[in-house]
């Protein structure tokens, strides 16, 4: 009976972070150092999202992992890495950023117009400057709900 793959999900840019190249689907890289996670060694995550926090790039790979090292809730490492699948997830990370922002809309401190509302919905015509605009209002609300979610985690010692 054939072992199950353990898998796993890692961003790359247009080469590893130590320079090298990123290896052909199927080609197995080995790390013969000292692991230690966060330093040194084949890092990936379980979750997609998670592996979007340590992204370099812009291409999202399926990778199968082997000889584990380290895991952590968020990333782990490992002396085997090999992709299974890649994608250049541009597309869907914008289409991610836009749905985001479509999300908090009623926290926006400003009433968006039109080429703003334009853009988010995937209207690709609308004005650099509401791409600007839209990326502003939706970072603030972000701040804003995040810094209102720790305020409340941390309300017995602020008050």
Known sequence: MRKKR?????????????????????EWLYFLGDCKLCKS????????????KYASGATLCLVEINHIIEEQEDKGVSRRRRIIARMDATDMLQYFARQQ???????WQIEPDQSILDWL????AAESAAESA?????????KTEFTQLVYECFSDFLD
Do not use: E, K
């Open 41 to 52: 060694g084949l890092h990936w995550s379980r979750n997609p999202f998670d592996a979007l």
């Open 6 to 26: 353990t898998l796993a999900w890692h961003f790359v840019g247009a080469t590893l972070r130590d320079g090298s190249p990123i290896p052909n689907d199927g």
């Open 121 to 124: 919905m995937g209207d690709y």
């Open 134 to 142: 839209a990326r502003s209002a939706a970072w603030s609300a972000a």
């Open 101 to 107: 922002a479509i999300s908090v809309l009623d926290n």
